[in-house]
């Protein structure tokens, strides 16, 4: 007979992998087709399981979604703090700015969907997961800019997370311009998007963040 710790963790194995079984097919059919033309049913079909199952596991279509959301979003790990410091910002940002027009061409019908292009609607909780999402994307950038220079002044970081915040509105924008509008091509958008972030990182954030003379002060 196995000892009393053997079949908890037996069972949450068995449940974590049949969680990730929904969540996989549900991430396929969202990804292929708009949020209304995907049904639990469906769901639970292609995963194999009882659509009561599916509801145990994740609540509402809705809850689904928005796991599928959570997931497509969720950022890589950070680089070690020396491949920080040491590695060109030219690199890190092909490298990052390439994932992200993967993530969002692969998964093009739940992004526009999340982000109010494809008609779903307001919903608070996408809205806070994307969120999260941006403001994690600030926070990596964050960091990589402390360890290149340990020494900035303190009131530099929220000039700096203002303007990062901002260009993360122009690649979402000049996302849609590629996928949707097909007024630039992959190459562009990715062109774009890097050679912009270049451009704050290198002038704009030093620009800013540098207290400014007031001409009518003493």
């Not at 708009?34 to 509801?55: F, N």
Request: net charge negative.
């Amino acid at each position: 007979m196995g000892s009393p710790s053997s079949t908890p963790r037996w069972t949450r194995l068995e449940h974590d992998e049949r969680r990730e079984q929904i969540l996989a097919c549900a991430r396929r059919l969202f990804r292929d087709r708009h949020y209304s033309a995907v049904s639990t049913t469906e769901i639970a079909a292609e995963a194999g399981v009882a659509r009561g199952l599916l509801h145990h596991y994740f609540g509402t279509k809705r809850d689904l979604y928005a796991e599928v959301v959570r997931t497509m979003v969720r950022l890589p790990p950070p680089l070690p703090g020396d491949d920080v410091r040491q590695r060109p910002i030219p690199d890190i940002l092909d490298a990052t700015i390439h994932g992200w027009l993967t993530m969002v061409s692969r998964n093009r019908e739940t992004w526009f969907a999340a982000v109010g292009a494809e008609g779903l609607g307001p919903d608070p909780e996408i809205e806070r997961i994307l969120e999260e999402a941006r403001e994690g994307i600030v926070d990596r950038w964050i960091e990589i800019l402390a360890a290149r220079h340990p020494d900035a002044p303190h009131d530099v970081v929220a000039p700096a997370r203002a303007a990062i915040r901002s260009h993360i509105a122009l690649a979402e924008s000049a996302t849609r311009e590629w996928l949707v509008r097909g007024r630039l091509s992959r190459e562009q958008t990715h062109t774009l998007i890097v050679r912009t972030m270049l451009a704050l990182l290198e002038d704009v954030i030093p620009a800013i963040a540098t207290p400014l003379t007031d001409p009518e002060g003493a």
